[in-house]
């Protein structure tokens, strides 16, 4: 049996980007131990990779002096961290009471429908994953889905068909919400 | 009505939360004033005038909290719960998108008055766009001296940071949001010792809630007899802000003073009943609040009334329900969402919240027995109180809540498998039924 | 009863008890005898209380309380046995017995599960759950170590004690809810350091052993109690064996136990094969025409008894000496010279503690009267200040690394490391990961560090008071001599600067509890004795002689050597460490033995292999060591050993050496005797025998007595309990282990200005030094965590987790050089013009640091050794041949075969 280091690899299979990394380097400086950074770090490799990789596992570890079975515990706890890929929408449905109570369910079924694939699958073109998850916090507006980053709340069925439509046609943009807060002292 | 206080920006026309809107609404005037008035221990004394008592869940006193820190002390933490992650409850994502700066200021003033020089806001990681506002609204106070060395040449050095979660409700619980923080799976610590002594990296600690952080400059600057006089004084002053969800014509967001009754803010401010279809139940407080019934609708929405009447403002997430709604159902739905949210740590809630959901599943889809009825109390009773947070407590509240009030439904579903929503739906093999999925990812 | 520091009583079950505060209330109940249940709770972790199991009710606390994180307080009144108690204990039974399988009948677990004995005790005699069960997919784990996580309670045991303990955190808890899992990256193949920890600490079979998977039901194992034959670190096993097949099936450790408290490495948890190796030797072999052929014992003995009469009888009994391996007993040890010294009459006694640990013996000896730890496992984790220098400690002794982790992770200590090491987080623990201000220094300058502490103690004025008042002609001569070493040349051959250095003697002279602990890279290099007295001058002068609590730490390697030389099995000292030429304690053991002894100073082991090649030394008596297969070509020892008349080694298994012997005797294995072992602590514990020696296999000292019967001189003892009490007898007066005030009055007022300035005159360069294989590279032969000398290549387990030998170098060296893991390179010394080399695989380990390079020990056949130097120490006659100057390139092609490493193998 081989022992060998987790961080010693010369050629990592895709990581995290250099500009990621200097990305992690800096936010870890926001705390006392750089593990604090770790969710970030994940939220950062899901970002370049589209879901949580290996590599990007292990380049968190290394960067944030983790082992690597540290950041998978991490990684499997909090469900916003996808250990395998996903379409190119995530369509997350609320389906906690206050959205069950708003329609979440006709919603759900009515995603199903038109994209021809039940919760939990994603379309063989790799465009939509479908999926439902517990409640966003947008309860006064519901049904509620987040598409990626986004908020779609207070859905109606004409306007998922518009939504879908558009996303047919287009390739999602970078989701906004992954910038992380500095202040000037340390830019 | 009364005043608003918390929202008094919102509506205002084009305020759009920038730091020149808030400036101009007196903003950052509390921290002016506080540099010049108020050294720390005075500030603490303020806030316990006020009767100022926290709006996450539990209501506890913050100026008291706040003095349980231990007198000898070197690095002290001040971490502001943004993750507003209780079903029914979406009042601090506005809060922050509407105002940001007035969380900011809060934060400031509440590290001033702890000495705290370290500041997170842990925000629920699926607040994407709201993380943005909040991150840039941080940014603007850094430029402007409200955040870092010397704020407004006081002298008083504060470094806040925006930690954003991932996706796990048990986060909101304090000790799993500290835990979050350090870089750790979110689970609950064990208490004794409390985040006062031991709590950020083993340091001492105060956690406040958006909402409760908000309050503070308005405090400051209007004095805490003005706080204390309002609301539902002496034991519930002051506004608070509630989330109301389901069957209402108006669901949203009111900012309204503490002790109107619950018919008050359903019927006249929310609009009444969708569909002018009766009320069946109420969750007066968040998921894990006990449901109520039409019976508890003069109750007053005060800490200690609801709590009398047999439940708990809680969150202040009012979920309505009308006729249409099974209460087996409903109970089932939340269940679901505990099981899916419990960490896993202790073995009565880890164990106790899939018992409890597939029995409800169970009963739900007529295939109950029953002895379920006295099953499930007695499951709810080894749960509550034998956990390590309070999480075990919030996953029983649906389950017997429902079972107090509408036994009668419960039974229906059993006997002659009846439903209002037309369940029991069809009955399905009971050994492969529901199964609850391993995979998560 | 004990007087405790701050006694806090309270009431349990109605019994009143008063225990030390911050006691937790499970425990106080346990001194009480009252059990309360748990799974979580555990002696060797800090409660998480997340099994809630152990739940009691408490007089004016209205929530019951979990007792395992509970602190007792004053008057404080607990009930684990009223109804609302023992209904929650039902209640939690009831839901951890919800989703666990019925598969008892075949778990390995049945029979010492803490679920099977709690549901008998604490639960209703059904269960309340009758919802379909959860069924987590099975997957392969591990090779050693079998996972059934349908049987997991979820307590966390397992990945608490991987990162509390052993700080490796190679598993960990994925998911959350109840579908947590306890798993590794991605579910890969178990990567780790093989502690079994996880096996011991699982409270159900949610863990097993893999290796003696179904092989047996507990009950049915004899479990005898005894002590690890790896190292000398003095583990505490239970050899666990099924009688009727005469084999062990498998090893535990008892958490209340020995001084490691149930810890174990993968040594003592995996390496219990090499007992019942089919590889060993099962009668005695005599040479005839060349062949070493099966022979009856009584005439094997009296052949060897006649062989060494006629040589005695021809060249006298100084043509005869022996060594024996530092893998006997402190027995046979004793029993081996008397053997020596009196049956035969040489004085030529050694032992393989004489590779390095005798330079501790010999400096500490002088110092402070014997060459033990001063500062025991309990003051090494009570420690404010540890430094570790010389040593990867948790490749040499991973058990005292398990005490130094314990001090920095439990009580905060400031550890300081010394080597040629660098932060890494692997499969492997690491303590510099622990170390806030490690001194990584360029390999090899070991010693130079050690000198300019001293330098930077005297500089500094951080002497200890009472010294500086007591010792002042000492002082001066010390102050006087470091003038020698001037900073620069400090910070150039070390590689540190001198405010590092200066930082780490402050702390060390400023804490109030501080432990030094050292180890090969300093007493097996050479220079190793000088610099274990420059170390000693450290010590006294930082007062780590003097403040309670503190103290100077030599590690062993073997797991006798302590013992062994203890024991008189060295040319320079009788038993009790005497040395030989005492005249007045020589006489007090004529008197005991009644006997006379010889009075010349006898030979060691290398000026034994000396005087054999020179055709003075006739006979070789081996027991349990091989020269041939430790020793370097260079070394001459080939020629040596042909040189002799008779060569005798006794040994449980046939060595290279024993391949050249005139006559093989077979030996017991530690498994299959009785006596008793020291370890580096000074601790003598006892050693029991579990088996039936393998087919006519003898323990040593039986062999001993009969020999001496044949020779004419006969030692009788019945049993080796017998010898244990004439060894108390003999040695009621000598040292036990407590520092001797006189031996260190005279040793600082004996310390000559010359020596202390030969001590710390810089002289040449270390590179130089070194230098003579002409590389870039420091080479060093080092010891795995997986392998113990050559005796762990017995054991088919730790064979299967470390094969072969790798060489370990920096990921930035291995870029330069263009080598992945795996690949092989070759490695190359010039001496003149003569070029040796040797062909390995080449593995990066961040922690090594650039320029440094090591190869296990226990892998001579790569013929690495060929590539050190060799050189003898002047003082101790310590061998040094573990390091040198190597070029390095990767082997292409062809040459990256192994019929080219087979080449290798048969060294130049
Ligand atoms: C399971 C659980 C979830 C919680 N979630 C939240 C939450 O999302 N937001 C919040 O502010 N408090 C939440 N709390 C309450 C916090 O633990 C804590 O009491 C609160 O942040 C304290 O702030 P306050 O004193 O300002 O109310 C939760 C508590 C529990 C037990
Ligand atoms: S949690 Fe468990 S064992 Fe654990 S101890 Fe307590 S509760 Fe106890
Ligand atoms: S229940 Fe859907 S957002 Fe709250």
Redesign the pocket.
């Known amino acids: 049996m081989a022992h060998t280091p987790y961080n010693g690899s010369s050629q990592r299979p895709a990581g995290l980007s250099e500009a990621a990394r200097l990305e992690l380097i800096e936010t870890a400086k926001r705390y006392p131990i750089k593990r604090s950074a770790v969710l970030h770090g994940l939220r950062l490799v899901q970002r370049e990779a589209g879901f949580v990789t290996e590599a990007g596992m292990r380049d968190v570890a290394s960067l944030l002096e983790m082992t690597p079975h540290e950041v998978y515990d991490v990684a499997t706890f909090y469900t916003l961290f996808h250990l395998r890929p996903k379409g190119e929408y995530l369509i997350q449905v609320c389906r906690t009471l206050p959205c069950a109570l708003g329609g979440a369910e006709s919603l759900l079924s009515h995603l199903e429908q038109r994209l021809g694939i039940r919760e939990g699958q994603t379309t063989p073109d790799g465009k939509f994953t479908l999926v439902t998850v517990e409640c966003l916090a947008a309860c006064g507006k519901a049904p509620v889905m987040q598409v990626n980053d986004d908020y779609h709340e207070a859905v109606t069925t004409e306007q998922v068909d518009r939504l879908i439509e558009q996303w047919h046609r287009t390739p999602p943009v970078q989701d906004a919400g992954n910038a992380s807060t500095r202040g000037k002292g340390r830019g | 009505m009364a005043e608003v206080v918390l929202f008094r920006n919102r509506d205002l026309p084009g305020y759009t939360g920038s730091l020149a809107d808030y400036e101009r609404q007196e903003g950052y005037a509390a921290l002016r004033l506080m540099f010049k008035q108020y050294p720390p221990a005075e500030l603490i004394e303020l806030v316990k005038r006020a009767n100022l008592?926290?709006?996450?869940?539990?209501?506890?006193p913050?100026g008291m909290?706040w003095s349980f820190l231990p007198k000898e002390r070197t690095v002290t933490y001040l971490c502001c719960?943004?993750?507003?992650?209780?079903p029914g409850?979406f009042k601090?994502r506005e809060l922050m998108t509407v105002d940001p700066h007035q969380m900011i200021e809060g934060i400031v003033i509440a590290s001033y008055a702890i000495g705290a020089h370290a500041a997170y806001i842990y925000m629920?990681g699926e607040f994407a766009s709201e993380a943005v506002i909040v991150a840039r609204a941080v940014q603007e106070a850094y430029k402007a001296g409200y955040l870092g060395k010397n704020i407004l040449g006081s002298g008083f050095d504060l470094e806040l940071t925006l930690h954003r979660g991932a996706g796990a409700?048990?986060?909101?619980?304090?000790?799993?949001?500290l835990e979050s923080i350090e870089g750790k799976r979110g689970l609950?610590r064990s208490k004794p010792p409390f985040p006062a002594t031991h709590g950020l990296y083993g340091k001492p600690t105060v956690?406040?809630?958006?909402?409760?952080?908000a309050s503070l400059p308005h405090i400051l600057r209007r004095g805490a007899e003005w706080y204390a006089s309002i609301g539902s004084p002496p034991k519930s002053p002051g506004t608070r802000i509630f989330s109301v969800s389901g069957h209402v014509k108006r669901p949203g967001n009111y900012e309204v003073p503490m002790g109107i009754t619950f018919r008050q803010l359903i019927f006249d401010l929310a609009g009444g009943m969708k569909s002018d279809r009766p009320l069946k139940a109420f969750i007066p407080g968040g998921a894990?609040a006990s449901f109520f019934t039409p019976d508890h609708l003069d109750v007053k929405m005060d800490f200690d009334e609801v709590a009398k009447a047999g439940s708990m403002l809680g969150?202040g997430g009012v979920t309505v329900m009308d006729d249409s709604v099974c209460m087996v159902w409903a109970a089932a739905n939340l269940l679901r969402f505990f099981h899916h949210e419990s960490c896993g740590k202790c073995t009565p809630c880890r164990e106790g919240s899939n018992w409890l959901l597939r029995v409800l599943r169970r009963i739900e889809h007529g295939q109950g027995r029953l002895t379920d009825l006295d099953l499930l109390p007695q499951v709810c009773g080894n749960i509550a109180g034998r956990t390590v947070?309070?999480?075990g407590d919030?996953e029983t509240a649906p389950v017997v809540s429902t079972l107090r009030h509408f036994r009668a439904e419960y039974e229906a579903h059993i006997t002659r498998k009846e439903c209002v929503m037309g369940h029991a739906r069809p009955p399905v093999d009971a050994a492969t039924a529901h199964p609850i999925s391993f995979a998560g990812h | 009863m004990t007087t405790l520091k701050s006694p806090v009583t309270l009431t349990i079950d109605g019994k009143s008890i008063t225990v030390e505060k911050g006691t937790y209330v499970i425990d106080a109940a346990r001194q009480a005898g009252i059990h309360i249940p748990y799974f979580c709770s555990h002696v060797k972790l800090a409660p998480d209380a997340n099994c809630r199991m152990c739940l009691v009710e408490v007089e004016k606390m209205p929530k019951l309380q979990t007792s395992c994180n509970l602190p007792v307080a004053e008057g404080m009144v607990v009930r684990s046995t009223s109804e609302k108690a023992e209904q929650a204990h039902k209640s939690v039974m009831d839901f951890i017995l919800a989703n666990h399988p019925l598969d008892c009948p075949m778990c390995d677990q049945g029979g010492e599960c803490e679920l099977q004995d709690r549901t008998h005790a604490y639960s209703d005699n059904y269960s309340h759950y009758t919802e379909a069960k959860r069924l987590p997919e099975k997957r392969y784990f591990s090779p050693y170590i079998e996972r059934e996580m349908s049987r997991c309670i979820t307590c966390m045991r397992c990945v608490r004690y991987c990162d509390e303990v052993l700080d490796v955190k190679a598993i960990a808890a994925v998911n959350r809810g109840d579908r947590v899992e306890i798993s590794t990256f991605m579910d890969r193949e178990l990567d780790c350091e093989f502690c079994g920890g996880c096996v011991q600490i699982c409270p159900v079979g949610a863990f097993t052993n893999r290796v003696a998977l179904y092989d047996y039901r507990p009950w049915q194992l004899k479990k005898t109690e005894t002590v690890c034959a790896y190292c000398a670190d003095g583990c505490t096993l239970t050899l666990e064996s099924k009688v009727s097949e005469n084999q062990i099936v498998r090893v535990t450790s008892d958490w209340e136990k020995g001084r490691n408290l149930g810890d174990l490495c993968a040594k003592g948890f995996f390496g219990y094969h090499m007992i019942n190796s089919p590889e060993r030797v099962a009668a005695p072999m005599i040479r005839q025409d060349g062949r070493l052929v099966e022979w009856p014992w009584i005439e094997a003995i009296e052949a060897a008894a006649q062989r060494l009469s006629e040589i005695k009888r021809r060249y006298g009994a100084e043509a005869i000496g022996g060594v024996i391996s530092a893998r006997c007993t402190n027995e046979e040890a004793y029993l081996f010279q008397k053997l020596l010294r009196l049956a035969i009459g040489t004085p030529h006694v050694d032992s393989s503690a004489r590779d390095g640990h005798l330079n501790s013996v010999r400096a500490l000896t002088r110092v402070a009267g014997h060459g033990r730890m001063t500062a025991p496992y309990e003051a090494i984790e009570a420690a404010r200040v540890v430094m570790v220098i010389g040593a990867d400690l948790t490749e040499t002794n991973p058990i005292t690394a398990l005490k130094v982790k314990a001090a920095v992770r439990k009580h905060g200590a400031n550890l300081i490391t010394v080597g040629p090491y660098l932060k890494e987080i692997g499969p492997i623990s690491n303590l510099v990961n622990l170390s806030q201000a490690p001194l990584t220094v360029t390999p090899g300058s070991e010693s130079m560090v050690v000198r300019a502490l001293v330098k930077a103690v005297v500089e500094e004025r951080l002497i200890e008071p009472s010294v500086a008042a007591q010792a002042q002609t000492y002082v001066a001569r010390v102050e006087a001599a470091v003038t020698q070493l001037p900073w620069p040349v400090a910070e150039a051959r070390t590689g540190l600067s001198a405010d590092a250095i200066k930082a780490a003697a402050r702390s060390l002279s400023g804490a109030e509890r501080a432990v030094v602990l050292f180890g090969p890279e300093l007493t097996r290099q050479a220079g190793g004795y000088d610099a274990v007295c420059a170390l000693a001058d450290l010590a006294i002068l930082t007062g780590l002689y003097s403040k309670p609590g503190s103290g100077l730490n030599p590690l062993c390697e073997e797991n006798n050597e302590m013992g062994v030389v203890e024991m008189g099995a060295a040319p320079e000292f009788l038993p009790g460490l005497i040395d030989v030429r005492n005249e007045a304690a020589r006489l007090r053991l004529r008197e005991a033995w009644k006997e006379e002894l010889p009075s010349a100073t006898g030979w060691s082991l290398t000026q034994m292999l000396e005087e054999a090649r020179q055709g003075r030394l006739k006979a070789l008596y081996l027991v349990g060591e091989d020269p041939l297969g430790s020793l370097p070509a260079s070394s001459g020892v080939r020629q040596a050993l042909q040189s002799l008349e008779l060569l005798i080694c006794q040994d449980p298994f046939l060595t290279e050496t024993g391949r050249l012997a005139h006559l093989v005797l077979p030996a017991a294995g530690f498994a299959e005797k009785e006596g008793t072992f020291t370890n580096h602590e000074g601790r003598v514990q006892r050693v029991r025998r579990a088996l039936e020696p393998v087919g006519e296999a003898l323990p040593d000292w039986d062999i001993f007595g009969q020999l001496a019967a044949g020779l004419g001189h006969p030692l009788d003892y019945a049993s080796a309990g017998e010898i244990t009490d004439e060894i108390r007898r003999v040695l009621s007066d000598r040292p036990d282990g407590r520092i001797d005030g006189a031996v260190m009055a005279q040793y600082l007022a004996d310390l000559t200005a010359e020596e202390l300035e030969a001590r710390y005159r810089p002289g040449p360069g270390a590179a130089s030094e070194r230098g003579r294989g002409g590389g870039s590279m420091t080479l060093v032969i080092s010891q795995s965590l997986f392998h113990s000398g050559k005796l762990s290549r017995r054991a088919s387990e730790l064979m299967r987790i470390e094969p072969e030998g790798r060489l370990q170098l920096n990921p930035s060296d291995a870029e330069r050089l263009g080598v992945e893991d795996g690949d092989m390179v070759r490695l190359r010394t010039m001496d003149g013009s003569a070029s040796r080399e040797a062909v390995v695989p080449a593995v990066r380990r961040a922690k090594i640091a650039p320029g440094f390079c090591r190869f296990p020990g226990h892998f001579p056949e790569a013929g690495v050794k060929e590539l050190v130097d060799w050189s003898v120490d002047p003082v101790t006659q310590t061998p040094y041949f573990r390091s040198g100057r190597v070029m390095i390139e990767k082997a292409v092609g062809a040459a990256a075969t192994a019929s080219v490493q087979a080449a290798a193998r048969e060294g130049v």
């Open positions: 008592r926290g709006r996450g869940g539990a209501g506890f913050t909290k719960n943004a993750d507003e992650s209780e409850t601090d629920r409700y048990i986060c909101g619980e304090e000790t799993a949001l609950p956690i406040n809630n958006v909402e409760t952080l894990s969150s947070c309070a999480f919030a």
